[in-house]
């Protein structure tokens, strides 16, 4: 039925090939092996290009070839990211590009896995160069600040591109997910209509087009008017087909229309997760961070309140995997929880752990947590946000870690 009249299928590109982007290209070429009907069997993934040389305890060292390679070459021959995913097998339909606008050419649907950091300036050299009618899910967490105010990352790739970009977003440590053990995520995608109703030569839906409809709010004439429809030779990017792009048997996938909601669970978390690591660090036990946890989650909740009041909503936060469950997976495992922790075990910075330890992933929550105070400070409600106000504060060593208690506590 999804591809009722459909001649041509999506084409994929996941853009970014670090520990959740290599992962992400695993879990989508297992998927569009298992849905020829709908995609192409190649996934192309960008590979910010790198010598790397492989690790003497991986099974693909060999003395004879210890020297620096291309990151890119490696993967296409080990089908393995040594560096950021090492010891996973990727399947051979991943083929790592390290041309960015050559890796997206032709592809109708572009997955961005990158820090956020890096995404204005790659959006920027990929603007005008891919298919106008392509659609993108954001799978970062971050968000985009500027004098203007506050983006979500999902916004910030929709705008440079002008295409539709939704956000996958959960409970993620793409560790666990690339050794598929069971977990879950939430996707939101609500593009225009004429993405799932795909006109008929008379321009009305066929009532099986019609069947295939997500149930999904008017979407704004500007928006709509602005994007490009996707042809009719296309199988439609219902919910029900980019379901079937994400879910894995041991990933499984809940949609949602909330692209604000399920973006700011996942961007904010990761300063929550810096502060129970830092009551970690200090040996104060569970209670202690759970404290954090618990005012860490309001905020997140009053920051999609007061900013995105018409499009975020309260219940994504706590009923879905990219709210309340993906703030307890971080706090226990994510890599912002361990490096602040580490950070005051060992008298250091952040920063400084970073380097030492992550052998180049990138923290997310330390730039994100100076971003959001940036804004809060411009909108004079950073006392209002006094959990995020006190992580920023302990990062620019203004405040103390064994202070948070009172830091946090409601002032009248
Ligand atoms: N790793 C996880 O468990 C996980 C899970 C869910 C979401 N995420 C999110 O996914 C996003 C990407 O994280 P990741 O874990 O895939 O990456 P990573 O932290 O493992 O790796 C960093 C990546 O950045 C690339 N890079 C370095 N300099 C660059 C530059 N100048 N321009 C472009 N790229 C550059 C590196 O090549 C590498 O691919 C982040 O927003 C993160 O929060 C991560
Ligand atoms: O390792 P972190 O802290 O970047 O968190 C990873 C994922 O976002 C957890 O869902």
Redesign the pocket.
Known sequence: MATLGAQKKHKVTIV?????????SKLVAENVKAHPQLFEETVNMW????EVTIPKDSRHYDPASDKPQK?SELFNKVHENV???PNITIPSNVVANPDVVDSCKNSTILIF??????IP??CDQLAGKIVPYARAIC????IDVSEKGVRL?SEAIGMRLNIYCGAL??A????E?AQEKYSETTVAYDPPPMDSRAPTPSGSPTSSQVDLISPSKPVPSARSARLKPLPNEYPPLSHENVRKLFHRPYFHVRIVDDVAGVSLG?ALK?IIALGAGFVDGLGWGDNAKAAVMRVGILEMVKFGKYFFPDSSKSTTFTEESCGVADVVTSCMG??NFRCAKMAIEQGKTVFEIEQEV?N?????GTSTAYEVNSFLTQEGKEHEFPLFTAVYNILEKKAKPEDIPQLIEPKD
């Open positions: 970014g090939s670090g520990n959740w982007g290599t992962t992400m590979v910010y290009e790198e990151l560096k950021y995913l896995v990158l820090p956020h950091q890096f300036r790659v799978c970062t967490k971050g990352m977003s959960g993620n440590i793409a560790s997910i996942g990761n994510g890599r992550l180049g992933q990138k923290l997310q």
